[in-house]
Nanobody
Framework: QVQLVESGGGLVQAGGSLRLSCTASGLTSGTYVLSWYRQIPGKERELIVYITSPGNNTSYADSVKGRFTISRDNGNDTIYLQMNNLRPEDTAVYYC?????????WGQGTQVTVSS
């Protein structure tokens, strides 16, 4: 089973930036998908971006396209989410997800709060 640990959330003013990290352990092959989701209380969890291995293919939700960037450090199985020009509506709990060998794993989530 893949274990995921997120970090990097916090409080930032609108227009600011944050970088989230997600470190995966237990990836036993080089074929997987790592994704960032977010969830606002009372709403469904939203997929905002994913990155594939191999290939580094990515896809972004329209709501974050041009502002958020996903990247990967293969050396330590970590992905990053660079979030720029943050808006109050980006306030949510952000979760990392792994799809590996047909199994889904989730991190514990990290809170991002953007003040206006």
């Amino acid at each position: 089973q893949v274990q995921l640990v997120e970090s990097g959330g916090g409080l930032v003013q609108a227009g600011g930036s944050l970088r989230l990290s997600c470190t995966a352990s237990g990836l036993t092959s080089g074929t997987y998908v790592l994704s960032w989701y977010r969830q606002i209380p009372g709403k469904e969890r939203e997929l905002i971006v994913y990155i594939t291995s191999p290939g580094n293919n990515t896809s972004y939700a329209d709501s974050v396209k041009g502002r958020f960037t996903i990247s990967r450090d293969n050396g330590n199985d970590t992905i990053y989410l660079q979030m720029n020009n943050l808006r109050p509506e980006d306030t949510a709990v952000y979760y990392c997800q792994a799809i590996h060998q047909l199994l889904f794993s989730w991190g514990q989530g990290t809170q991002v709060t953007v003040s206006s």
